[in-house]
């Protein structure tokens, strides 16, 4: 059985003491239940991992003693950035969860023409880190040390412009060819429209900064269940899930 795993944002010393934040705390005192002299793995989401051991759990206060650090794993040699269309409730939770499971490098949420979320101010700050707590929490579940970044919502436009990646690929039911040939590239950009699809404006400002279409076959997907598919295909094409 493997031992549980938590985020903390913290440095991770072997030989040191750590207090864990109060979600982690809660986490393991109420809903594992765990006790003192019980062992857990602690990753700082910079890439490190520790072994620990609990030293005092109370309900409010849980210790721990880090026995030893290592570098994790689980990260994919390719490095890719999703730029996903915002989609409402708990979809684009789906999205993010399985995105950083298939080990997506940074994701950012879009606004495009046909998605029918706008956030701002204090909402849009909340909804943000919402998003990167189940990004921590699928890093816990899945077993990568390495936390991809949610960036701040960002219009469409203002993302193309940054995008240098090596293979640059959007999905679009009207592709010719799958867009997956030639040489293993070091870094992607996958670009997910919402569920009314990229308008036609913005197929060709991404066609401009570089990017190809991607077809996923006969059927029109999700918003939320593109990513998984495409994600998939390019792990198995370009990253780890490469068959030896």
Same mark, same amino acid.
């Given at each position: 059985?493997?031992?549980?795993?938590?985020?903390?944002? #913290?440095?991770?010393?072997?030989?040191?003491?750590?207090?864990?934040?109060?979600?982690?705390?809660?986490?393991?005192?109420?809903?594992?239940?765990?006790? @003192?002299?019980?062992?857990?793995?602690?990753?700082?989401?910079?890439?490190?991992?520790?072994?620990?051991?609990? $030293?005092?759990?109370?309900?409010?206060?849980?210790? *721990?003693?880090?026995?030893?650090?290592?570098?994790?794993?689980?990260?994919?040699?390719?490095?890719?950035?999703?730029?996903?269309?915002?989609?409402?409730?708990?979809?684009?939770? %789906?999205?993010?969860?399985?995105? *950083?499971?298939? &080990? *997506?490098? #940074?994701?950012?949420?879009? %606004?495009?023409?046909?998605?029918?979320?706008?956030?701002? &101010?204090? @909402?849009?700050?909340?909804?943000?880190?919402?998003?990167?707590?189940?990004? #921590?929490?699928?890093?816990?579940?899945?077993? @990568?040390?390495?936390?991809?970044?949610? +960036?701040?919502?960002?219009?469409?436009?203002?993302?193309?412009?940054?995008?240098?990646?090596?293979?640059?690929?959007?999905? +679009?039911?009207?592709?010719?060819?799958?867009?997956?040939?030639?040489?293993?590239?070091?870094?992607?950009?996958?670009?997910?429209?919402?569920?009314?699809?990229?308008?036609?404006?913005?197929?060709?400002?991404?066609?401009?900064?570089?990017?190809?279409?991607?077809?996923?076959?006969?059927?029109?997907?999700?918003?939320?269940?593109?990513? *998984? $598919?495409?994600?998939?295909?390019?792990?198995?094409?370009?990253?780890?899930? @490469?068959?030896?």
């Amino acid at each position: 059985m493997s031992l549980p795993r938590i985020h903390v944002a #913290a440095e991770l010393v072997a030989g040191g003491e750590l207090i864990l934040p109060e979600a982690a705390a809660r986490h393991v005192a109420l809903v594992l239940r765990m006790r @003192r002299g019980d062992t857990l793995t602690l990753f700082d989401g910079a890439g490190h991992e520790a072994c620990a051991t609990l $030293v005092d759990v109370d309900r409010k206060r849980v210790a *721990v003693q880090i026995d030893a650090v290592g570098a994790g794993q689980g990260e994919s040699p390719l490095v890719v950035h999703l730029g996903q269309a915002i989609s409402k409730g708990d979809r684009m939770d %789906y999205a993010i969860q399985k995105a *950083v499971e298939l &080990g *997506v490098a #940074a994701i950012t949420p879009l %606004y495009t023409a046909h998605g029918d979320v706008r956030l701002k &101010g204090e @909402r849009q700050a909340k909804k943000l880190a919402h998003w990167q707590a189940v990004a #921590a929490s699928a890093c816990e579940q899945c077993g @990568r040390a390495t936390l991809p970044p949610v +960036h701040a919502p960002s219009s469409l436009a203002d993302w193309l412009t940054g995008r240098d990646e090596a293979l640059r690929l959007m999905l +679009h039911p009207a592709a010719e060819h799958h867009g997956l040939d030639g040489d293993i590239p070091a870094s992607a950009a996958l670009l997910i429209g919402p569920e009314g699809g990229l308008s036609p404006t913005e197929v060709d400002a991404a066609r401009e900064a570089g990017f190809s279409a991607l077809s996923l076959g006969p059927r029109i997907l999700r918003t939320e269940t593109a990513p *998984v $598919v495409a994600l998939s295909l390019l792990q198995f094409r370009f990253g780890d899930l @490469r068959r030896a």
